[in-house]
């Protein structure tokens, strides 16, 4: 537990990071792993993460995230797109894939399968998108939580274009959009920020204890 919150204390939200240096295809894969095992509610992940690391592809998404340097300077971008809306089948894929990884048959979950229905398509489609965005969010946690264990450095980032990206990624005919992205690589020696102390609210203000 020492080491994890070490781990916090070293990483920062890195503006600046050197272009040189890529994360490796072993390091990115256990970061994905990571997500991969995010809590979500419902185990739904109603939302898929578009790894990008094509150069080209990066400009333009540079442009849309106005022109921030660690758009084409990191060595990926994680983007993290929700589905707008969740239907029918998209439950049923979900009880389908219950069924096989717990070697059960659909019918046994035929009383949760339900349950989802009501809660899930009784939402309003509005309702539905923001619920689906908010998972994401638990799924960067996670990313930025990995990156830190690993020494890989990271961005958290909502200054973006949404609809631009979304067109740039082909997203809405996915019926996709991107709720938050981040960045990931190594820092920059010139990025002064990794010298200032992290600034959070004390335990006493941030904490009520009941």
């Known amino acids: 537990m020492n080491t994890y919150i070490e781990n916090l204390n070293w990483r920062y939200a890195t503006k600046l990071f ?3 240096k890529s994360v490796s295809e072993e390091e990115l ?6 997500i991969q095992l995010s809590a979500s509610s419902y185990g739904l992940q109603p939302y898929k993460i578009l790894v990008i690391e094509d150069k080209e ?13 660690q758009l ?12 707008t809306s969740i239907d029918e089948n998209y439950i ?8 096989e990884t717990r070697n ?30 908010k998972q ?21 980032m909502e200054g973006f274009d949404t609809e631009k990206f ?8 996915k019926g996709l959009t991107t709720a938050a992205i981040a960045t990931i690589g190594y820092r920059s020696e010139a990025d002064k920020s990794q010298h200032a102390p992290k600034v959070r609210k004390n335990k006493t203000e941030l904490f009520n204890r009941l």
């Open 18 to 20: 050197d272009n040189s």
């Open 29 to 34: 894969n256990k970061i994905l792993e990571a």
């Open 57 to 69: 592809l990066k400009e333009k998404l540079k442009l849309a995230a106005f022109n921030q340097p």
């Open 72 to 83: 084409t300077d990191a060595s990926h971008i994680l983007v993290f797109a929700n589905y």
């Open 92 to 99: 049923n894929a979900y009880i389908e894939n219950i069924a």
């Open 104 to 133: 059960t048959t659909s019918e046994n979950l035929k009383g949760f399968k339900n349950m989802l229905t009501g809660s899930i398509l009784s939402l309003k489609s509005e309702d539905q998108n923001q619920w689906a965005a």
């Open 136 to 156: 994401t969010y638990i799924a960067l946690g996670n990313l930025l939580s990995a990156a830190a264990a690993l020494k890989i450095d990271a961005c958290p």
């Open 166 to 173: 979304d067109n740039i990624l082909g997203l809405k005919e």
